[in-house]
């Protein structure tokens, strides 16, 4: 069976940096694209980043473009996102996904079938 388990969540001030690790187990993962999301207090579930199979391709949501970078190490079977300039309105719990659909460029959760227990980022002003 699947499992997603995230890692190096934290509160950190605004304008720092954290990098928030995935690690994969009973998959294939280089056959999977891997994702991750957020969901803030009150909020639904959104989209922040995918990263294709071979790790060539990676897809962000606006609100993160140029902050965030989300990578692979294929051989450690663990997807990363290094988020950079946080703001306080980055505090979420943050979800690693997996799946094997390729195009994920729409990030759409519907497509990701493993998902992890999230982990906590807060970001204070």
């Known amino acids: 069976q699947v499992q997603l388990v995230e890692s190096g969540g934290g509160l950190v001030q605004a304008g720092g940096s954290l990098r928030l690790s995935c690690a994969a187990s009973?998959?294939?993962?280089?056959?999977?694209?891997m994702a991750w999301f957020r969901q803030a207090p009150g909020k639904e579930r959104r989209f922040v980043a995918a990263i294709s199979w071979s790790g060539g391709i990676a897809y962000y949501a606006d609100s993160v473009k140029g902050r965030f970078t989300i990578s692979r190490d294929n051989a450690k079977n663990t997807v990363y996102l290094q988020m950079n300039s946080l703001k306080p309105e980055d505090t979420a719990v943050y979800y690693c996904a997996a799946t094997r659909v390729a195009a994920v460029g729409l990030g759409r959760e519907r497509d990701f079938d493993s998902w992890g227990q999230g982990t906590q980022v807060t970001v204070s002003s």
């Open positions: 009973g998959l294939t993962f280089s056959r999977y694209s």
